[in-house]
């Protein structure tokens, strides 16, 4: 990271193991403060299972100083076990405080079904997956409208876009990032290459046109 010019690096959760409670921060912690030449910090993942500690884990968090950034929301299954589809589950997340990113994917619209193209991907992973997760993270944000941190991760469509545009102007205090890949790539001009096989999917021309068009707006916030 140092030598490619990066001086923060931020770990996500679904790793092995997942971080999804302290004791597992806090061995992370201790290999980074041991190893790092860089700024770091964590993410905790959110699941069914621990929504209901979330206070507890990030009290102790900033009891032993590890350095917890915000809660990760798989909303759709993509590496490892972390999913949480539980809408009370998710208010449960923007209650505690710290800015919350998704993956937002709405698990019930994703197919298993195998594929041998990027575009048979696309449509186990469609773009109607990520609208309908985007709504579901406003109804679980409704209720905490004026505190939640929202952040999308790595938007891929143009429907999805809109949708996080929607209630940007509802007065929601949203972050939208683009990836290189989703900026740069559509299945319009890669149609063979395992290398781009990503969650959420390469998509089409019109929505990769749509994110370039929000970037160069400032409507997408960041390159993630």
Known sequence: ALAGGFTYVLDMPNNTPAATDFDILKKKTEIAKKDSLVNFGFYLGLTEENSTHLSEILEQCKKDSVPII????????????????????????????????????????LKNSVFTTLEQHEANRPAKAEIEAIRKIKKAAEKYKNTAKIYICHLSSDGGLQEALKMRNEGFNIYLEATPHHLVLNLEAITSSPIAKVNPPIRHKNDMTALQNALKNSQIDCIG
């Open 70 to 109: 915000g809660t990760k929301v798989f909303l759709g299954a993509s590496t490892g076990s972390l999913l949480a589809e539980n809408i009370e589950n998710i208010e449960k997340a923007f209650a505690v405080g710290v800015p919350v990113l998704f993956h937002g994917e709405e698990n019930s619209l």
